[in-house]
T-cell receptor, first 113, second 108 residues
Framework: NAGVTQTPKFRVLKTGQSMTLLCAQD?????MYWYRQDPGMGLRLIHY???????AKGEVPDGYNVSRLKKQNFLLGLESAAPSQTSVYFC????????????FGEGSRLTVL | GQSLEQPSEVTAVEGAIVQINCTYQ??????LFWYQQHAGEAPTFLSY????GLEEKGRFSSFLSRSKGYSYLPLKELQMKDSASYFC?????????FGQGTELSVKP
């Protein structure tokens, strides 16, 4: 089982460039999330989706956009990358937000120079 | 909103018992979750509580007291492989918010 797959795994960008991180899940989960993780900061929620066609802001949404056109995919876009967006990004999915465990992808390490 | 507090580091010896604490100030949540993350890997689910009390799930149990605003993860018979970061998280309104995590170091 693939579970949650993130692409790319690594990426280096220059300030001002744009890029999209793709998250795909094959578990038919309704809920999908994008988190960023920085040293000493834990996991901070960027955006999330409670179903196909819906998105909502998390704790740190500025500078990011998301789309959930298909149930199995959740895309995270950086419109104009900044060094402050250097981080490890994790995608996750769950069947229930209240009682269901989150299944995480392996993470995408992004460096913005 | 949610505010979850965890100690940043805990050190213990192999074979010992340790308790990782999580205190919170929140306006309400549906469930409290615990996750483990080894260095360089993705977080993995350990346990969760909806009701007060001890929830036993194999090696990883978790305790919740809503009235006192805290949860803890008791780890027994520590093994070297338990060295990892441990995060508590609360679910509310479709999203899961994490604490900053506790780094557990198990020494021989």
């Amino acid at each position: 089982n693939a579970g949650v797959t993130q692409t790319p795994k690594f990426r280096v960008l220059k300030t001002g460039q744009s890029m999209t991180l793709l998250c795909a899940q094959d578990m038919n989960h309704e809920y999908m999330y994008w988190y960023r993780q920085d040293p000493g900061m834990g996991l901070r929620l960027i955006h999330y989706s409670v179903g196909e066609g819906t998105t909502a802001k998390g704790e740190v949404p500025d500078g990011y956009n998301v789309s959930r056109l298909k149930k199995q995919n959740f895309l995270l876009g950086l419109e104009s990358a900044a060094p402050s967006q250097t981080s490890v990004y994790f995608c996750a999915s769950s069947y229930s937000s209240d009682t269901g465990e989150l299944f995480f992808g392996e993470g995408s390490r992004l460096t913005v120079l | 909103g949610q505010s979850l507090e965890q100690p940043s580091e805990v050190t213990a010896v192999e074979g010992a018992i340790v308790q990782i604490n999580c205190t919170y100030q929140t306006s309400g949540f549906n469930g409290l979750f615990w996750y483990q993350q080894h260095a360089g890997e993705a977080p993995t689910f350990l346990s969760y509580n909806v009701l007060d009390g001890l929830e036993e799930k194999g090696r990883f149990s978790s305790f919740l007291s809503r009235s006192k605003g805290y949860s803890y993860l008791p780890l027994k018979e520590l093994q070297m492989k338990d060295s990892a970061s441990y995060f508590c998280a609360v679910s509310q309104g479709g999203k899961l918010i994490f604490g900053q995590g506790t780094e557990l170091s198990v020494k021989p």
